[in-house]
């Protein structure tokens, strides 16, 4: 197969700058935490998420939520941020389905990791918040994080 590869960049991206952010659940995938990992063999959630406004609209962020007990609360974070549930709901046990929860708005508090020796300088996905909640995202300054 011949592929024209004029113009094409290899893909690498910096990371969009520390702040809060309006993001939308647009996709992500089943997984198993690799055998080298901390947490072998447990059910993840790689959650795609994009920026929905300002000078980085269009740019993807990951995370995982791991199905661990010392990570449910992350994802418990991310349900209320929805608002798609009851306190009733949240405080007991909860199927969850993410295809359910495909489109759903959040803000998020996004921090910048650095450049490792291992790994390029990347975005973490610090806390959740209801998609109504300010957002400090454009210029990369006045963030409100932590």
Known sequence: MRV??????TGKFDPIPAGRYHLKLTDGEWKEVGEQAKNAGADMYNAEFTVQDGEFQGRKVWTNFLFID??????????EAT???TDDQLAGELDVDFQDL???????NIKV????DQYDASNDIR?????DS?????????????
Do not use: C, Y
Request: aromatic share 8%.
């Open 4 to 9: 024209n590869l004029s113009g094409v960049e």
């Open 83 to 85: 608002g798609k549930f």
């Open 70 to 79: 010392s990570s449910v609360w992350r994802i418990k974070q991310f349900l």
């Open 134 to 146: 300010p957002v400090s995202s454009g210029s990369g300054g006045g963030s409100l994080l932590p």
């Open 113 to 116: 990791r650095p450049e490792t």
């Open 102 to 108: 495909m489109g759903s708005d959040v803000v998020a």
């Open 127 to 131: 806390k959740f918040l209801p998609a």
